[in-house]
């Protein structure tokens, strides 16, 4: 690292990972799929498989948080999820595929009661 100055860009580096590490933190409440939980997905989407749904909550948290805290999904019924989707699809500015993506991983996480899963978090498989 030696003759690198510390430049502006750089305070930014720090700073974005300031963030992430603040990001992380929080991450937890936001339940990441298991394999019981594509299973479960499966009754609405039959291609849906692990990679779709942990991409979906990837694309929650960096396009749904600019403007307030990301909504658990147990706090609405899929109905509801379906209408609020589409409202701030726009908002986000999300291609179809993504708000698709979103709409799984929230539909299918909106049955799951976080504190249930973070008991079990150690056991189960990670996507
Ligand atoms: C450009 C700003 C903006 C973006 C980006 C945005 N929202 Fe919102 N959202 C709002 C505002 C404003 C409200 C209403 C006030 C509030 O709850 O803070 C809201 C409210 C909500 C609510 C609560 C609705 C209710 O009935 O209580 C949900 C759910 C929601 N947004 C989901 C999303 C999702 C999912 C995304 C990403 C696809 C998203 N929002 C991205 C601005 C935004």
Known sequence: MRGVRWT????????LGVWL???RM??????????EDVMR?????QDV???????G???YMQK??????LYPPHRFTPEQWRKNIAEYADEARLTPQEQELILRYVITMSEVD???RRQTKKTGQKP
């Not at 502006?8 to 700073?15: H, S």
């Not at 997905?41 to 989407?45: D, G, K, L, T, V």
């Not at 498989?49 to 991409?55: G, K, M, N, R, V």
């Not at 749904?64 to 805290?69: E, N, P």
């Open 8 to 15: 502006g860009a750089m305070g930014k580096l720090v700073f």
């Open 21 to 23: 590490g603040v990001l």
């Open 26 to 35: 929080c991450a937890p409440a936001l339940v990441e799929p298991t394999q």
């Open 41 to 45: 997905a499966r009754r609405w989407w």
């Open 49 to 55: 498989d692990s990679l779709q749904l942990a991409t």
């Open 57 to 59: 909550r990837k694309l």
């Open 64 to 69: 749904c948080s600019g403007c307030h805290y």
């Open 114 to 116: 976080p504190r249930e």
